[in-house]
């Protein structure tokens, strides 16, 4: 069956290296940008190169070394910005410059203090000059989420007839709800002139929790891009975590969306992200935590053990976790104790198992977890042997 393949555009090194106390240095960004090509993102948004001299040593190093994706340094809709990011793109093989400007009311009062129409002509003026450099060129309309869609709708027209080739519609305060966000990118579809030679792309934040709803709501009315990070890292809540969305449309083959990420990559970039970011991922976390493949209630463990399908909608293999866990707790059954105990070595008969199982409760309630040394420890004082 024919699918719809949707870039996936890893912005680890730049929206989620801003995290405050993450900042990692060109060495680090150049082994998590060899493993991001190795994990077939189609872009790698390496950094904001005018921003400083080290990160613009980073972009320039990593356009140098990137074999398969698309390299982007991001930008202002500045002249001098663009000037820097086309240096540092230089030895890109497909180079990509991402420029934009606020499109909301609040970014064109507040943050520029001018006009809707001096927005446009600042946005038209970024993406032609970008265009001198580059043949890819990506426009965001910065808090897109809150532009009226009206307004947003002739900036993307003004763009296209620019030249950008992509055009972001970023929910930069992750404000939007999920049908919302689907219904902008459905009315940009419907509304925009030559929307249909560009590639319209998801950037969503997750300050309500939202990122991941949102991005596949946008590929659903149409989107071919989606912006995220790995972990799911960044500004404030962080941005769509890229595996959250690989694995969603892994998982829903009858969307006829596909992307070519090698999800048995997908667990070691995460430890590798979160090792350089010095960023522990959390425990519960889709896809990627120590607890997304782990049960420990006695009901789901005994179904897990009869047959994994009953909890469990992905084979842990497919994103690269060796195996489910049972963990031993006080909610654990026989079943459970019976199975990690054959994993250390006893092969207990019924008789056996209550009399452990009595025993292990008595551990169990007292602790947060039976680890292997404990399960020792009880076998001895019933006088199991292996
Ligand atoms: O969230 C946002 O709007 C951004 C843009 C700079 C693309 O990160
Ligand atoms: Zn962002």
């Known amino acids: 069956m024919s699918t719809d393949k949707v870039q996936i555009f890893d ?11 993450c900042k990692l240095d060109t060495a680090q960004k150049l082994v998590i940008a060899q493993q991001l090509d190795s994990l077939g993102v189609d872009v790698i948004e390496a950094g904001f190169p005018v921003s400083s001299p080290g990160d613009f040593q980073s972009v320039y190093e990593i356009a140098k070394l990137v074999k398969n994706a698309t390299v ?32 909301s009311d609040s970014h064109i009062k507040y943050k520029f203090n001018a006009t809707r129409e001096q927005v446009i002509e600042r946005g038209i003026a970024a993406v032609t000059y970008a265009k001198s450099f580059v043949e ?4 965001y309309a910065e808090d897109a989420g809150r532009t ?9 027209e003004a763009m296209i007839k620019a030249g950008a080739t992509v055009l972001n519609i970023p929910d930069t305060t992750g404000y939007c709800l999920p049908e919302e966000y689907g219904q902008k990118i459905k009315y940009l579809k419907e509304n925009v002139k030559g929307i249909d030679k560009v590639i319209l792309s998801c950037h969503c934040h997750n300050d309500l929790g939202l990122a991941t709803a949102n991005s596949i709501a946008g590929v659903l009315n149409g989107a071919r891009q989606i912006e995220c990070t ?35 990559l997908l667990y070691a970039t995460s430890q590798m992200v979160s090792d350089h970011m010095g960023m522990p991922v959390q425990p519960n976390k889709a896809i990627v935590g120590a ?14 053990i009869k047959n994994r399908e009953t909890y469990e909608i992905m084979d842990p293999a497919e994103v690269g976790v060796t195996e489910s866990s049972i963990v031993l707790t006080a909610r654990s059954g026989r079943a459970a104790l019976a199975y990690r105990a054959k994993k250390v070595g006893y092969e207990l008969t019924k008789l056996q198992l209550d009399e452990v199982y009595c025993e292990f409760l008595k551990f169990a309630d007292k602790k947060k977890e039976i680890k292997d040394t404990d399960l020792h420890h009880i076998m001895k004082r019933t006088n199991v042997a292996i």
């Open 11 to 21: 912005t680890t090194l730049r929206d989620g290296e801003q995290v405050p106390g």
């Open 72 to 103: 982007c340094g991001l930008t202002r809709a500045v002249k001098n910005d663009i000037k820097v990011a086309a240096e540092a793109l230089q030895l890109a093989k497909r180079p990509r410059i991402h420029t934009g400007i606020g499109t």
């Open 136 to 139: 890819d060129v990506e426009f």
């Open 148 to 156: 009226d869609n009206e307004f947003l709708a002739r900036v993307c």
């Open 230 to 264: 790995i972990n799911g890292i960044g500004e404030r809540a962080g941005n769509t975590s890229l595996e959250e969305v690989v694995m969603i449309m892994k998982q829903h083959p009858y969307l006829d969306l596909s992307t070519g990420i090698n999800s048995q």
């Open 291 to 304: 607890n997304a493949f782990a049960h420990s209630s006695g009901i789901h463990q005994d179904g897990v």
